[in-house]
């Protein structure tokens, strides 16, 4: 089927339920991952496998091959369940094999690969050399063309997960589209998620297990505008599986998106911002933010906060921090707490406020929460690197929660006499925490040695770095050059490096081209363009003074540029998103056009001092009115980047994906009728979560319309509850 007719597409995963096998004979062990080390390439047979097999993707624990009737899913006998020893001699055949058969499908499809990855593969077997098999190429992709008269079917395989899409064509009939799976004992369908669950009986060690294939979704962008086409799956008695699908335009392109494992509100009667969030190893959700819902005020309900939590009860006159903890499938709230004073200071800018802005997880589940509080009985431990807070305005903090959320295990002040924002927190592999902020204060504790002890303007970066515990920094630094710099994110450079980027704006007249530790620096931009400008900065913290920058560049047009997210590659290139307002923003020649009226922008810096080629690329992506982008990540080789865009979807949060060298796979909106945003994003193995805040109007008709609105799905808390808005969370498979 030619690939420029307009299609539709289904979303189909075989995952492991919880990704795992169910031991049925040893309840108590945590069962094993089973299929998580599937590669991602398809790899064709020339003679490694069974003749039928046409591509094969092979893993420590499973394998997929790939034939003319069907793919043929195999787990191997080490995916045993911890406790269940395997014979001695194991038998040459998988533990569990299902094969799934399409049904009236054409007898013979064609296969084709598509996008070669890096890479070979080897097979030597016996002393035959004749027979020894080098230099397989590996795929990414592999498609069943024309399967059904007009559909073709493609895989994909990641993370233990097996992804099927069929591209349905103009005039084709999905209805058409019938398959069957053999080898298993049964199959059911998930009447609440409406998943296909495969029970594949009991393997020769005892172990049973399920597969789990997850509800497809389809949906169609019509003038820029996504449409959602109903689809379910239809289980016939005689255990064959079709579509059941809604109304849809043969006419029009449709696009696919990662599949949605759930979107949820979460908030109280007050105003609430999802603002940081991260994901461990294991899918579960952490969050950080600011919640107005105080349920002595504001009769309703307050934030939520489970039993355990180290601060159950509101503080502030305005607002408090919080820090929470989902479980990977968002249907527990394992933790979640308020963190705050109740003290509104005499000069009050935000009316009493603590908000948190930023979180890390280290290696042994420890949260650490950085913002800003205006409380001077601000929740601080005895061991503080500052117990009190500096001055009658606000300060910096630092916060580490337990990992269950029922104790702090520090907390401090961080800042000056003046106003004091920390945005940004790391935690390295030695335990030291890293924080990066922006203030006022012209006495901010900093080192003699470090990059820049004195102030340098009106408003400055910093940078700090101690280990909990200690009563000094070991590191601690202004970055500001006569102007406005404000830090809104750090990162930690490649592991050994010693490097720190520290990401933000500035709208200082400074050439970085006259520095001289930078002069053998060609830096892509060396100078502010206009107004204000996107800032990178690389420093190697050594208490060196100067020296301790290593890299610095402007990115920008004649009119304000920010940068808001930035991520580092494990290779040092930085990742940056943000808001452009120029006309004239550099954008290399395979980008997008500029809009007008505030555009979100994503770049990728590879930091070697050579001018511009150390822009890889630099891409504007918005529509007539204001976008921005809050928070990028990278992972396997894709830009992940969430904010705000408007003008193509209304006024919507949005996941936008790129490829690694800037060219647009796919974007998302996800919101309610009003005003959504996206402020923060997480990407690993486990999937893909945003969650920002959604403004609606209390009333009546405005508080029906934003529960109706929003794309709730398994939603821990499917309503809006109330005030001017309500945080929410999304997460996504891959």
Not at 49 to 78: F, I, M, Q
Request: hydrophobic share 40%; charged share 15%.
């Amino acid at each position: 089927m030619s690939a420029k007719h307009p299609h539709l597409s289904f979303i189909l995963w075989f995952l492991l339920v919880g990704g795992t096998l169910c031991a049925q004979s040893a309840p108590s062990p945590a069962p094993p991952r089973a299929l998580a080390s599937l590669p991602l390439g398809f790899m064709e047979n020339k003679g490694q496998s069974h003749p039928l097999v046409r591509y094969e993707a092979r893993g420590l624990s499973g394998s997929v091959a790939l034939l003319p009737s069907g793919p043929v899913l195999s787990l191997a006998p080490t995916a045993a369940a911890p406790g269940l020893r395997a014979p001695r001699q194991a038998s040459p055949l998988p533990d569990f094999r299902v094969a799934v058969r399409f049904v009236n499908a054409r007898p013979s499809p064609g296969l084709s690969p598509v996008d070669r990855l890096p890479g070979t593969v080897n097979f030597f077997s016996g002393s035959d050399k004749k027979k020894w098999l080098t230099g397989l190429a590996t795929y990414r992709k592999v498609i069943y063309d024309d399967l059904y008269d007009g559909i073709d079917l493609d895989y994909t395989g990641r993370d233990g997960r097996l992804k099927g899409t069929f591209l349905v064509g103009t005039g084709a009939d999905p209805r058409g589209i019938r398959w069957r799976y053999d080898g298993v004992r049964s199959v059911a369908l998930d009447k609440k998620t409406g998943d296909l669950v495969l029970d594949l009986g009991d393997s020769r060690y005892g172990v049973g297990g399920r597969l789990r294939e997850l509800a497809p979704v389809a949906w169609q962008q019509i003038d820029g505008k996504r449409f959602d086409v109903d689809v379910k799956f239809r289980l016939h008695e005689n255990g064959e599986v079709s579509f059941l699908l809604g109304t849809y335009d043969p006419h029009h392109d449709l696009v696919i998106d990662p599949t949605m494992i759930f979107a949820t509100h979460f908030g109280g009667n007050g105003t609430d911002h999802c603002i940081s969030t991260k994901m461990d190893k294991h899918g579960r959700i952490y969050m950080a933010g600011r919640t107005h819902s105080n349920p002595a005020i504001n009769a309703g309900q307050g934030w939520p906060v489970t039993p355990q939590a180290f601060d159950p009860t509101y503080n502030g006159e305005v607002a408090d921090a919080f820090v929470m903890m989902l479980s990977e499938d968002g249907q527990t709230l394992i933790f979640s707490s308020y963190l705050g004073g109740g003290d509104p200071t005499n000069f009050s800018i935000f009316g009493g406020a603590d908000w948190g802005l930023d979180l890390d997880v280290d290696q042994f589940g420890n949260v650490y929460v950085v913002g800003f509080t205006e409380s001077s009985n601000f929740p601080i431990t005895a061991d503080a690197i500052q117990p009190q807070r500096n001055g009658v305005a606000m300060d910096a903090f630092i916060t580490i929660v337990t990992p269950h959320g029922d104790g702090i295990l520090y907390s401090s002040y961080i800042g000056g006499t003046s106003l004091d924002f920390a945005t940004a927190v790391e935690v390295d592999s030695d335990g030291y925490v890293w924080v990066g902020g922006y203030t006022y204060s012209s006495d901010f504790p900093t080192l003699s040695k470090s990059y820049q002890a004195l102030f340098g303007g009106v408003e400055d970066m910093f940078l700090v770095k101690f280990r909990p515990g200690q009563s000094l920094y070991t590191y601690a630094t202004y970055l500001g050059w006569g102007g406005v710099e404000e830090c809104f994110d750090i990162e930690l450079g490649p592991e050994g490096s010693g490097l720190v980027y520290v990401g933000g704006f500035s709208d200082s007249t400074v050439d970085f081209s006259t520095f001289p530790n930078l002069v053998d620096i060609i830096s892509p931009q060396p100078t502010n363009a206009g107004f204000s400008d996107a800032l990178l900065a690389i420093l190697r913290p050594r208490n060196q003074g100067p020296a301790d920058l290593v890299y610095a560049t402007f990115w920008g047009g004649s009119g304000p540029d920010n940068l808001m997210g930035m991520d580092v590659s494990d290779t040092g290139d930085a990742f940056i998103t943000g808001l452009s307002g120029s006309m004239d923003f550099p954008l290399d020649l395979s980008s997008f056009t500029i809009n007008g009226g505030g555009d979100m922008y994503a770049a990728r810096i590879t930091p070697n001092g050579l001018g511009l080629t150390d822009i890889r690329f630099s891409t504007v992506i918005g529509g007539t009115a204001y976008d921005v982008g809050y928070d990028i990540r990278f992972y396997n080789n894709q830009v992940y980047v969430t904010g705000i865009i408007t003008g193509i979807f209304g006024a919507d949060g949005f996941l936008t994906i790129l490829g690694d060298f800037g060219a647009l796979i796919s974007t998302t909106a996800i919101g309610g009728p009003f005003f959504e945003e996206g402020l923060t994003l997480d990407v690993n193995e486990t999937g893909i979560v945003i969650a920002g805040y959604g403004q609606c109007q209390n009333t009546e008709i405005n508080f029906q319309n934003c529960m109706s609105g929003f794309p709730y799905l398994n939603a821990y808390q499917p309503f809006f509850a109330g005030g001017s808005g309500d945080g929410w969370i999304a997460k996504w498979a891959h």
